[in-house]
């Protein structure tokens, strides 16, 4: 099964890679097929997940190394499931999305089904070796995909993403030889490390070696800067999975290693790291409200809300309300990763037609792209934590999380509710409402329509699906947090 | 049908009707305008059925469980929610069918209709959620639909700022709602209303005193937003941007209701907590007061209704505080009939004369349209509180419940704020009945002025607003309460409060050679103040809204220059290491040559030293 998903993009790529540069429409074909399948695989493994029986499921074990313990080992639990439907879900509607690309469309869908398969691999892998492999597998492509098809300063944009992460990997890469050897156990297997007890004082030296390697792709507070920039420059589709899926690889990271192997030095770091990713909730949401481009404004959300993961993940491991806290972290990994696919497949859709992410460039627009608009509001709603979309859900766990361990904390990022809301509506007076400017009266005809609102569609029911149906993404999600919880 | 059936109806026809008119008829705005009225009258006719069947049990389904937490999402069948939620359906009703009129030539029907329905079925299920948090979720969806509805004309930018205001303001004190909630559910573990209010079991038997004066002050600063009481009122009079009839239904039965209706399902928590009504009665009593006074210098027809709304909100929150559940309900069911009677008034004659001026429409010749008229004084006279309307009878429940608990300040307080209401409504009555010149109007109209679809819900509601007076003592049965029957003697201060006010106001502005000008103006400080609405919202821009764009001004530019652009600069300096060190490799054999043998006699003569 899991192998399927993951080497499904790998023959896709081998297609591609294979099919001469002027054959596009057989290119596109091929990736929304691709789609489509890991999609219905996907949903196959979400239906086949007992959620009863919790634990890691589905495990495929061949040795690779023996000689160094490194063993090609898949399994996912109730946690990766949904993060792979999530990539799922990212990938085929990005694959849609970019419907319409013209420039070196084979090189293009290339990279993307490289990013594609070293997400896969990372949410699947229960060896380090494979899942470090993996990680950067998924990161590398970002580069030529930003400075190939992205805008605006992509040169600047993609060399700082690259140094940023790659900064990260330096962090991580000496932390996961350092648990592979102090283990003495000669192997990189998670499952078999996570049973050897780490020495305490080893764990709180190491610990935020991951943490920070992982936490810079996650968007972590004070190292977020790459991401913003990073979303501005790339084209839509990369800004939709690197935001939607690759940021959820850092926090996914940080749990599956980091808290997994390490809990000793996860709860004595715990405080610290809450402490700065409530500040990156407030900070993240003070800086979008000055933003005068689109796409900073979703970027510094991003901060905003990852921020919310982090502190989700870190409150779970201080004890009084785990299991929520840890569920809110994980539910708000794929709600936040469906919500911002939906913002920058739609603000991508109005950058291809106008050339303009400027907000006050527009104004009125919602009169000449009534579609379009809408669906920008559903995501930004969804932002604003409104009932009835997805992220209620996880921020309200979290919260309340918070309140329970911290009550300050707890009470200042509920207020950060408050400047979401601020930053969101900014945007939408601004950019929407008001009289319509005359420059934009060509976008009448060419609001969202036919194919272009499929894969849109897709991720609005999505949020709406799990904003009024919540049981069943945490009925799934549960039964993995309280064994995971169990260690600590 | 069983009840269960029933509820779904009620609340449930509405949203089907707003997703079948927003998804298939985005194109034909008649038939989405059919299917939304449809929904409208299935919903009313269920509603009422309930309404006959009386209070049952409450139904509960499991939402889902997560940790501790159980969530359900259930219906409560006790007195308020089925009285309440039957007016809710008919005050829609009424405004949607008066909508075919006001909206008919509005090229968005369709997105109009839909969202009048999301916003009944949102009200609707909050009306009867079983659950805190499903009260809580529906709580939220009252506000997006408002926030739709006042910025339906969004290309205006006071509609679009007046919104985007009405969000805010709520969503602030939704935080303190939302923590209160949450800290509920943290005592507790459960968020099931009749639970949470079991005298025996209940919330205030689990927690201190203290915890529960904070649970519920926090709750009530979400009442403070939704139910626009100050600091947080100044949203509602801006949302009149809204169609006037979106501006009948958020001030009389959805929206600022909502806040009102919250504390009548919480009611018992508030009265065990210990300083939280003192601190209710203030602040309401206070936000009467206040609005009252703006209410009477205001020009604008919609804006007075509006202030009267605030205003009218006090008192209902005021009798809650002082310990009345009757006088609470009670009020908000008379308020809900004559404030959406008096709004859809308003918007005949801003839609025949085209001005929202009391004093022009009076002079156009307001007075003529007969069906409007006649609504605009009994709703009027309701609201001052003239005997033996609707609104004398909640409010007289309201004084007495006052003085029955030796509230003297308040009462007082309360006393002066009915006499502004009285006069400031007389006001409204005279200027728009008894002009000082009448001028011949234009007739451009095309149509009648009063079309029968608006001026039948109009009639409709002046028969609700002339009777609804004489059943209380049939609300206060299905709350289980015995209501009292004061004497005439006891109501005695009430109605002189009411006279004397309509007596100023016929002084002022109704008899023949009136000034026109209120009594006010003679105190030239406090009409200023007045006209100005206390320079509260001068406040909030000059401190609030610039505090927090300083903020993030100051956050933007660390961001820029502090972290971001020390990241820039650790990186750009490593880049020009890298150019500078490229020097040393410049090509010249002798310079090598040179640095070799430097090096290497360091080398030896370290050697040779050891």
């Not at chain 1, 907000?359 to 009835?388: E, H, K, T, Y």
């Not at chain 2, 209701?257 to 309401?284: D, K, N, Y």
């Amino acid at each position: 099964m899991l192998s399927s998903i993951l080497l499904i993009p790998v023959f896709t790529l081998l297609i591609i890679i294979f099919t001469p540069n002027r054959a596009v429409k057989f290119v596109r074909a091929i990736c929304v097929l691709s789609g489509f399948f890991t999609l219905v695989l996907s949903l196959q493994l979400w239906m086949g997940y007992d959620p009863i029986r919790g634990g890691i499921q589905f495990e495929e074990l061949i040795p690779w190394v023996p000689a160094l313990g490194i063993s090609y080992h898949l399994g996912v639990d109730g946690f990766s499931t949904i993060l792979v439907m999530l990539n799922s879900i990212v990938y085929f509607t990005g694959v849609l999305t970019m419907w319409d690309l013209e420039k070196r469309v084979k090189e293009y869908f290339a990279f993307m089904v490289l990013l594609v398969i070293g997400v896969y691999g990372v949410f699947m892998s229960l060896d380090i070796f494979f899942l470090f492999f993996f990680y950067e597998i998924a990161v590398v492509p970002m580069y030529p995909l930003i400075i190939i098809w992205g805008s605006g300063n992509k040169e600047y944009a993609g060399m700082k993403l690259m140094l940023f992460l790659l900064a990260g990997s330096a962090l991580l890469f000496p932390g996961l030889l350092a648990i592979y050897h102090a283990s003495g156990l000669n192997t990189f297997d998670i499952v078999a490390l996570s049973k050897h007890a780490f020495d305490p004082e080893f764990q709180i030296f190491v610990y935020p070696f991951i943490y920070a390697g992982f936490g810079v792709l996650a968007g972590m507070f004070p190292f977020h800067g790459w991401s913003p920039t990073g979303h501005v420059a790339a084209p839509s589709a990369v800004s939709m999975l690197h935001a939607g899926v690759l940021m959820k690889l850092g926090a996914f990271g940080i749990l599956t290693v980091g808290m997994r192997l390490l809990p000793e030095g996860a709860v004595y770091w715990a405080p610290t790291f809450c402490t700065l990713a409530a500040t990156g909730v407030i900070y993240g949401a003070f800086v979008a409200i000055r933003q005068s481009d689109f796409k900073f404004v979703i970027g510094f959300s991003s901060v905003s809300h990852m921020g919310i993961v982090l502190l989700g993940l870190n409150l779970a491991v201080l004890g009084q309300a785990g299991i929520e806290a840890l569920n809110g972290a994980v539910f708000q990994m794929f709600a936040h990763g469906i919500m911002t696919a939906l913002f920058f497949s739609t603000v991508g859709y109005i950058y291809d037609r106008a050339h303009s992410k400027t907000i006050a460039d527009f104004g009125g627009l919602g009169s000449q792209m009534p579609r379009a608009v809408s669906i920008f509001i559903v995501a930004g709603l969804c932002g604003a934590g409104l009932p009835g979309l997805a992220s209620f859900w996880p921020e309200m766990l979290v919260f309340l999380a918070a309140l329970k361990t911290y009550p300050i904390v707890g009470a200042v990022i509920i207020v950060g509710l408050v400047l979401t809301a601020v930053y969101i509506l900014r945007v939408f007076n601004l950019a929407f409402f008001g009289p319509p400017n005359e420059r934009w009266n060509n976008l009448k005809s060419l609001d969202l329509s036919g194919l272009h609102i499929l894969p849109r569609a897709i991720l609005v029911a999505v949020l709406v699906f799990f904003g009024f149906i919540p049981r069943v993404m945490l009925d799934l999600i549960n039964s993995t947090t309280e064994a995971f919880l169990g260690r600590f | 049908m069983d009840t269960l059936s029933l509820l779904l109806l009620t609340t449930f026809t509405p949203l089907f009707a707003f997703l079948i008119a927003l998804i298939f008829l985005l194109q034909q705005p008649r038939a989405a305008q059919t299917v939304v009225l449809l929904g409208s009258v299935v919903s009313l006719f269920a509603s009422i059925v309930l309404f006959l069947q009386g209070p049952t049990e409450p139904l509960r389904f499991l939402w889902f469980s997560s940790g501790n937490i159980q969530l359900q999402f259930g219906f409560i069948l006790d007195g308020p929610s089925l009285m309440f939620g039957m007016v809710v359906a008919l005050i829609t009703g009424c405004i949607m069918v008066y909508s075919t009129g006001y909206m008919a030539h509005d090229p968005d029907k369709t997105r109009y209709f839909s969202m009048l329905s999301l916003f009944a079925w949102s009200m609707l299920s909050f009306v009867y959620a079983v659950d805190l948090l499903q009260a809580f979720i529906f709580w939220e969806l009252v506000g997006l639909a408002s926030f739709f509805l006042i910025g339906f004309w969004y290309e205006k930018p006071s509609a679009a700022n007046a919104a985007r205001k009405a969000f805010l303001m709520t969503r602030v004190g939704d935080v303190g709602l939302f923590i209160g909630v949450l800290l509920i559910l943290q005592a507790t573990g459960i968020f099931d209303i009749p639970a949470l209010l079991n005298p025996q079991t209940g919330l205030s038997t689990q927690v201190s005193p203290h915890t529960l004066t904070w649970i519920t002050l926090l709750i009530f600063v979400g009442i403070m937003g939704k139910s626009a009481q100050f600091p947080l009122h100044t949203w509602l009079p801006d949302a009149m941007e809204g169609p006037t009839p979106v501006s009948a239904l958020l001030h009389s039965a959805t929206m600022v209701a909502a806040g009102v209706f919250l504390m009548i399902r919480l009611h018992p928590l508030f009265m065990a907590a210990e300083t939280t009504p003192v601190v209710i009665l203030t602040i309401s009593t206070f936000t009467a007061i206040l609005a009252s006074t703006i209410a009477m210098v205001d020009t604008d027809i919609k804006k007075v209704l509006a202030y009267s709304s605030i205003s009218q909100l006090g008192f209902m929150l005021i009798g809650l505080a002082a310990g009345s559940l009757f006088a609470g309900v009670f009020h908000l069911i008379t308020h809900a009939i004559f404030k959406a009677l008096l709004f859809l008034c308003s918007g005949i004659y801003i839609h025949a004369y085209e001005t929202n001026d009391m004093a022009t429409i009076g002079r156009k010749g307001g007075r003529n349209l007969k069906a409007t008229t006649t609504g605009l004084v009994i709703g009027g006279a309701a609201l001052a509180g003239i005997p033996p309307l609707a609104g004398f009878f909640s409010k007289e429940e309201i004084f007495a419940q006052l003085g029955h608990n030796g509230f003297n300040i308040y009462m007082a307080g309360a006393f002066f704020a009915a006499f502004l209401t009285a006069y400031y409504t007389f006001r409204m009555i005279f200027l728009i009945v008894k002009p000082d010149r009448h001028e011949e109007s234009h007739d451009h109209h095309h149509g009648p002025l009063e079309p029968l679809n608006m001026k039948g819900p109009v009639m409709l509601l002046t028969i609700g607003a002339l009777i609804t007076g004489f059943f209380g003592g049939q609300i206060a049965h299905m709350l289980n309460i015995h209501a009292e029957h004061h004497a005439l003697l006891d109501m005695l201060p009430a109605i002189a409060v009411v006279a004397i006010g309509v007596f100023v106001a016929y002084l002022d502005y109704g008899r023949s050679q009136a000034q026109r000008t209120g009594f006010i103006s003679n105190i030239g400080a406090l009409n200023t103040l007045f006209v100005n609405r206390w320079y509260i919202d001068s406040f909030y821009n000059a401190v609030i809204v610039r505090l927090t764009l300083a903020i993030a001004a100051l956050m933007h530019w660390f961001e820029t220059h502090g972290l971001d652009g020390n990241f820039d600069r650790l990186g750009l300096n490593i880049l020009r290491t890298g150019t500078q060190s490229t020097r040393v490799q410049n090509g010249l054999m002798q310079l090598y040559l040179a640095w070799t043998i430097i090096i290497l006699g360091i080398v030896a003569l370290y050697i040779g030293m050891a």
